[in-house]
Structures are given as C-alpha cells and as structure tokens.
C-alpha cells in the first residue's frame, strides 16, 4: 500500500517524533477537544476540561500506539489487531472522528515542523495514518 | 453562517493580515494535488502533474491557488454572509464545474495545514479552530447553491 519512498518519509517524521510521544499526543488531543469538541464525548472519563496530567498521559498512549504502526507498515492488521478489538468492542468511535483526528495530527506536524513539512511528507503521512485508521476500525462490522 | 466568538475574529483577522495570499494559495492548491490525487481530475488543462514537484512549481497551478485565495480572502471580510458572498461561486461549481463539495472541504483542510506550516506556534488551537470553522463556512457556502 505504501511505496518505498513513502514508508522513508514515514519513518523520517517519526524519527522527530520519538522521544516526545507524550507532549505530542498532549498537543493532539489538545487540539481535537479544542477545534472538534464532540470528540470529547468518547473522553467523559477525562471531563470536559482534561488537565495537562491527563492529556499528555492519555496523548503518549496515542502516539506510542502509532510508533508501533510505524514499526510494522508492512503488517498493520496484525499488529494493530488488540487494538482493533479494542475499538470495536470497548471504545467504539465513530469512523467519521478518524480524519479530524488525522487533520489535527496533521497541523501538529505542519506547526512544528514548518518549512521541513513537506508536501510528500504530508502526503505520505496521511496515506499512512488513513491506513491505520481503517485498521482500527475494520473489526466494527 | 459561521459562528465566531469575538476573540476567533480577530485572531482569524489578525493572522490573516500577514498571510502572503499569492503564495499560500498556489502552495495550498499543490498540496491538494499531490496529498489527495484525484482532486487532478479538475485539472486536465494544467499540463504536468506528473509528480509533486511537478505540481508544486506548475505556474498554472499557482496562478489558480491565488485566484481561489482571494476569493476565499473575501469571504473573510464577509463571515456574517457567506452564502450570499458566494452565491455566484456556488453556482459556478455546480452548473459549470461539476466539483463535488468534498473538495472544498479537503481544500479547507489543507489551508489550515499550510497556515500552520506558516505560522507555527502562533497557530494555537484556539486559532486552529477559528478558522476550521471559517473553511467549513466557505464549503458550506459553495455547497449551497447545488442542485
């Protein structure tokens, strides 16, 4: 699914990305409550104000769970499969929440990165985070 | 109508004050291209897309982005009438250009992206959401006049 250049532009923003998976997730999470607020509604456990605490705890959570798709592109389904489980029998997220949580993931990317963003770098990354978000939610069904 | 605190306002206006319309446009319309492919299908008469730097540096490209840019700059001095400011756009991408209105929200997606880009830290969540909910006034607007 993913091209050899595109898995090298994976890995390359991972590299930054490592390291500071819980500040990462933090500002993630941050931003989906923020600029999507019905997203917090799979996140009552979190209250309608989730703390810094709360956010980089469950953001790092997040971000190592992508660490772990970026290790294995070539075989998301099995190694997102309890993951997948998760979803679709415990969390049960609308499908519709998983591209605003790519834009979000995206703009963090873009903010932080800014002029070494590139165009194949967003491309690639939002090829792979789509990949991994059909992943998750392919046992729903 | 899109419903902006009076904060979002001004922090919208604020930042777009220093957006370098001409550039941004062209850069938001390539990354369409190269980040969503089949949004080319409009582009036919743009020449080489072949490949994203193709696209990146393809003047029509860029002379299009910037078009659409300002058009979409006025829809900002115009938030409390969208619909009305792009009656005639709407009308357009429905009777002449056939575009469905998936694309104006994939392309409001990529603006925010480029403003980001552009602007890093100041681009705040705050900031992010003001203006999520412009582009998808905008979209909502061009969509409106479909039939």
């Not at chain 2, 002449?96 to 890093?120: M, S």
């Amino acid at each position: 699914m993913l091209s050899t250049q595109e898995r090298i532009q994976v890995a390359q923003v991972w590299d930054l990305i490592a390291g500071h998976e819980a500040s990462f997730g933090a500002e993630l999470l941050l931003r989906l409550f923020t600029v999507y607020p019905s997203t917090k509604s799979y996140f009552k456990h979190l209250g309608f104000c989730p703390d810094e605490t709360q956010l980089l705890t469950h953001g790092q959570r997040m971000l190592e769970a992508v660490g772990v798709a970026v290790q294995h592109m070539d075989n998301l389904r099995a190694a997102l499969s309890p993951l997948a489980d998760l979803h679709a029998q415990v969390l049960r997220v609308d499908p519709s929440n998983f591209p605003l949580l790519i834009q979000c993931f995206q703009v963090v990317l873009a903010s932080h990165l800014q002029g070494e963003f590139t165009v194949e770098m967003q491309a690639a990354w939002d090829k792979f985070l789509t990949g991994v978000a059909v992943v998750l939610t392919e046992k729903y069904r | 109508m899109v419903h902006l605190t009076a904060e979002e306002k001004s922090a919208v206006t604020a930042l777009w004050s220093k957006v370098k319309v001409d550039e941004v446009g062209g850069e938001a319309l390539g990354r369409l291209l190269v980040v969503y492919p089949w949004t080319q299908r409009f582009f036919d008469s743009f020449g080489d897309l072949s490949s994203p730097n193709a696209i990146m540096s393809n003047p029509k490209v860029k002379a299009h982005g910037k078009k659409v840019l300002n058009s979409f700059s006025d829809g900002l001095k115009n938030l409390d009438n969208l619909k009305g400011t792009f009656a005639k756009l709407s009308e357009l991408h429905c009777d002449q250009l056939h575009v469905d209105p998936e694309n104006f929200k994939l392309l409001g997606n990529v603006l925010v992206c480029v403003l980001a880009r552009h602007f890093g830290k100041e681009f705040t969540p705050q900031v992010q959401g003001a203006f999520q909910k412009v582009v998808t006034g905008v979209a909502n607007a061009l969509a409106h006049k479909y039939h």
